[in-house]
């Protein structure tokens, strides 16, 4: 594959490294993986459960301060704690969206919070415009996440990252704890607000649907490292070098 100039690098590792346990029990779950994302551009990490696709997204997140080797973000390098401009730009949406939501916060107290965080201003109108944005009328912002359903909550996690207008998100298996009948309507939604927002995502995930539906570029994990990388459209034809990889397509499909 082409590589990328660096003026376009949106999100870059280098020679990550991610290892949890001490003396006996220590286990490199990220052993020496890179990569490069460009902006717009939405990459996929896909794997068996255990390969290190969600470690790496919480390294990147700025959730796993312990790793080793290098993030960067717009060609600058990130120091393990980031600062509050790093999540300005960087924003995660999570896998279990009821989780990921106070339950004890309204919909409008969710959204508001991490505009008060980032001392940006309009919260009522930027409350307004984001539930639009992701298909809620205003009357949700006076629920809770329990009134909610499932396809509901994504989207205002969804929402949530949104609303401080990033330009990189973190996406871990975003629809995986839906419906099936509601795991489309997700998919056209981010598809749609990657397009609208300029959006470069780093999606995780399991589900060979999703990722070429969403991505462009497939990073194949397997015990912590990057075995290979392949177009969509390779993907969907089953074309990949490694051995692995065509036994985890076929594993996949059946």
Not at 58 to 63: E, I, K, S, T, V
Not at 123 to 134: D, G, P
Request: glycine share 6%.
């Amino acid at each position: 594959m082409n590589p990328i100039p660096t003026t376009e690098r949106a999100v870059e590792m280098v020679n990550l490294a991610i290892a949890f346990g001490q003396g006996n029990q220590r286990r490199q779950v990220v052993n020496d993986v890179s990569l490069m994302l460009a902006r717009g551009e939405s990459y996929g990490l896909i794997g068996e459960s255990g390969c290190g696709k969600s470690t790496i997204l919480r390294a990147l997140a700025g959730l796993n301060p312990d790793y080793h080797g290098h993030i960067l973000f717009n060609n600058r390098e990130q120091q393990p704690h980031r600062d509050k401009a790093f999540y300005r730009q960087v924003q995660m949406v999570f896998q279990d969206p009821y989780a990921s939501l106070h339950p004890r916060k309204m919909v409008w107290a969710s959204l508001r919070e991490p505009l008060k965080l980032h001392d940006m201003d309009r919260h009522e109108a930027r409350i307004s415009e984001v539930l639009h944005a992701v298909g809620l009328s205003d009357a949700f912002r006076y629920r809770y996440p329990h009134q909610l359903s499932g396809g509901q909550r994504q989207r205002v996690a969804i929402a949530r990252a949104l609303i401080l207008e990033p330009s990189v998100l973190l996406l871990d298996e975003p629809t995986s704890a839906l419906d099936v009948s509601v795991q489309a309507e997700i998919l056209n939604l981010l598809s749609r607000m990657r397009q609208q927002r300029n959006l470069t995502y780093l999606l995780v995930t399991h589900d060979l649907a999703v990722v070429t539906h969403l991505c462009e570029r497939v990073g194949v994990m397997y015990q912590g490292k990057l075995l290979e990388e392949v177009s969509a459209a390779r993907l969907r034809k089953g074309d990949a070098q490694e051995t692995y990889t065509r036994e985890f397509l076929a594993a996949s499909e059946a």
